[in-house]
């Protein structure tokens, strides 16, 4: 069973001061699914990616990474006293790592509101990329002895490029491109080091319809070429709804509701709290 | 104009015409201009050596130039280091004077000509496993930089954790501790204290340091352009995103600390032979703030701009001299031109630069042959249009 689990949230619970963020987080992904986190706004979603990608050490819970425990943790130090979550007592172990070493474990993800890096041509944000699982030390690479390893890493960098449609803006400046194209960008210089398990956060935010009809496209073909498994969070219902196997809805931090695109539609909790009455 | 038009002419504006449509090329790095670049750059570097030779030849009516030459050419190695580090890994630190200082005094000591250290030590005594240890100039340089990238591994576990202002602190206050280190007491038999060092035996000719400079700045260049350099790059531009590329922060910015401070410590072994005689007054801050302005002036994030930053600085400080100088209109003696004015204008000249040049000189680009030229079409383009 935990083989199958590309991805197993534990118990999670990351408290802020007295602010519980994400309240006793349980999931699990399977390999090749795509899976959607929603529900409404300041409801924990992107807290829980950040605690799945390392960059917030969750207050208790556990989270595990095919079949191996990359995170860790139970309420310590002042936390003690002001935890305020359920489960207190079942996690013992504190393993904490940092997001580049998760990254290289094979989660890869993309960021709510873009970061890409600013100064740098479309090209290079996607070679940068490469550089983790790069060989070459720091004088094997000032001097150029991996030379045919960089010419590879820039070939590869390249039909990423081409692959999400911005060959023609591969010298330009990633922060001059439009909107939706940087969210490409993201996607690709994620898929630069070589996941398995692909984050997307709001993939298509300040998309137009056509434009996420397409990215639902993508998704689902990224997910068959590259043998990924997607977890993403996203507001179009359209775009969940088309593309998840299933669906987990958060609300304040805790989970009301999972299952099939279907059931969650007609789940009176989820209609109440986020989808509304208007979602047939 | 049509939206296709449109498209095509900011890719030109950019400077990467070429790069849209053949992926394949870009990827590889082609530049279709290659012949040429390559023909001006063998060109400009054949006639810059040819001045060098002239001015190497006829060594005494031009020791003046070749000073200053040579002083900019240090200077530059340090300010490509510093950029290095601010610039292309953003971190701010302001230890550079404590770094050449340990890179100059380890130089310096080491170079020293053992039938003379007897006369530079004659206060204090010298240490006795000191007495016989000489190195020739460029391994006691080497072993400098090393000492210098020894501190800054050191020191960058516990610093290298701030973060801007803060990082620039505490290099700052390491800057201090290392010259109040070297003047100290218990130091007199190896540092020779408060009474510095001298005798160390200078360049033998210009091509020496200019050779050594560019040596060090070409490795530093090459590892700005390795995918490690672009990884601070990345670094720099966002650290939340270069972590989640899997990008170790601290072990990219402990690596470019202790990288840019081994290439400072060697710049002040330069200097160290280049002055001939140091004592820890010439590590103070100022020295710190010199490179900083050549950074700044040159363009932060710039290699090329440092460069000419340094050439601009320190020849700037003397083609200024004249302002030193008495100076009258018929028998009207103007009051202003007397010392000290110099350095009004040149501080008035260096804002006024900062001011109209915000992003420095070369801003973060590189000088290229492409870059030039695609600045005066886009000159004629514009003339032609209005």
Known sequence: MAAENVLRIENVTMQFGGVVAVNNLSMEINQGEIVALIGPNGAGKTTAFNVVTGVYEPTNGRVQFQGNTIIENHPRGKMKKLYQGENPEVFSNVISKTPDRI??????????????????????????????????????????????EEAANREKAMELIEMVGLLDNAGDIATSLPYGKQRRLEIARALATKPSLLLLDEPAAGMNPQETEELAHFIVKI?????????????????????????????????????????????????????GTGVS | M??????????KDTGKAYASGDGKAFAKRKDPHRGRNLTLTVITSALFIALMVWYQKNAYDHSYAISIIERSAIYAVGAVAMNLLTGFTGLFSLGQAGFMAIGA??????????????????????????????LPMVPAM????????????????????????????????????????????????ITNGSYGINNIPGYKNMFQPLLIAAVCILVMLLLINSSYGRAFKAIRDDEVAAEAMGINLFRHKELSFVISSFFTGISGGMLACYMRSIDTKTFQVTLTYNVLLIVVLGG???????????????????????????????????????????????????????????????GNREFSWNLLFQRRRKKKAEGGET
């Open chain 2, 105 to 134: 005094y380890v130089t310096g000591v080491l170079t020293i000509p053992v039938t003379a250290r007897q006369s530079v030590y004659y206060m204090n005594g010298i240490a006795p496993w000191l007495e016989k240890l000489h």
């Open chain 1, 103 to 148: 990254t290289k474990l094979g989660i890869a993800r993309t960021f709510q509101n873009i970061r890409l890096f600013k100064a740098m041509t479309v090209f290079d944000n996607v070679l940068i990329a490469t550089h983790m699982r790069s060989k070459a030390n720091v004088f094997s690479a000032a001097f150029r002895v991996n030379a045919a």
């Open chain 2, 2 to 11: 049509t939206e296709k038009n449109k498209g095509s002419l900011v890719s």
């Open chain 2, 142 to 189: 080497i072993l400098g930089g090393l000492a210098a990238a020894g501190f800054a591994a050191l020191i960058g576990i516990p610093v290298l954790r701030l973060k801007s202002d803060y990082l620039a602190i505490a290099t700052l206050g390491f800057a201090e501790i290392i010259r109040a280190l070297l003047a100290a007491p218990m130091m007199d038999t």
């Open chain 1, 223 to 275: 997910k068959d070429d590259f043998k990924l498994t997607v977890f993403v969070i996203e507001h179009h219902m359209d775009l969940v709804m088309s593309i998840s196997d299933r669906i987990y809805v958060l609300n304040f931090g805790s989970l009301i509701a999972q299952g099939t695109p279907a059931d969650i539609q007609s789940d009176p909790l989820v209609i109440d709290a986020y989808l």
């Open chain 2, 300 to 362: 932060i994030g710039s290699v090329t701009g440092s460069i000419i930053g340094s050439f601009l600085i320190n020849g700037g400080q003397e083609w200024l001299r004249f302002l030193d100088e008495p100076h009258a209109i018929g028998a009207f003696q103007i009051p202003l031109f007397r010392p000290g004015f110099r350095m009004v204008i040149y501080s008035l000249l260096l804002m006024i630069v900062v001011l109209f040049w915000r992003s420095g000189i070369m």
